[in-house]
Every structure is written in structure tokens, then in C-alpha cells.
């Protein structure tokens, strides 16, 4: 990874690698951020090939 990962981001790939049927309310909870930044962060992490989708659309990630 060339750019380096900020603490959110970081704690939210603990929470899915945790528990990887979290829901994002619960990692903006658990996290103390917004939904709306949880679900950008995902997709930032998603287009690093950090995290997958699993399942359909409302399915879950994983780490």
C-alpha cells in the first residue's frame, strides 16, 4: 500500500476483520464517525483492494 491508512480507516478493517457481519451503523458507532464518512471510507478501501463485497448489495465486506 503506497498510501499510508489514516486511524479510521484502520479501525474499521479491525471491526470487519472482527466481526464480519458488522453493520455500518454499527462501525460509525463503535468508530464515532457518520454513516456517510464510514460508507466513503469503504469505498475508498474497496478501490485499494483492501476490502470485497460478499454477497449482493446488501451484503457485507470483508478485510
Known amino acids: 500500500m503506497g498510501e499510508k491508512l489514516g ?8 471491526l470487519m476483520k472482527e466481526d464480519s457481519k458488522i453493520s455500518i451503523p454499527e462501525i460509525a458507532d463503535k468508530v464515532g ?6 460508507e466513503k471510507n469503504i469505498g475508498y478501501l474497496k478501490k ?3 476490502v470485497r463485497r460478499i454477497g449482493p448489495a446488501k451484503g457485507r465486506y470483508r478485510a
Not at 464517525?33 to 464510514?38: F, R
Request: net charge positive; hydrophobic share 35%; no cysteine.
Open 7 to 14: 486511524e479510521n480507516r484502520l479501525k474499521i478493517i479491525s
Open 33 to 38: 464517525i457518520s454513516t456517510t464518512s464510514i
Open 48 to 50: 485499494q483492494g483492501i
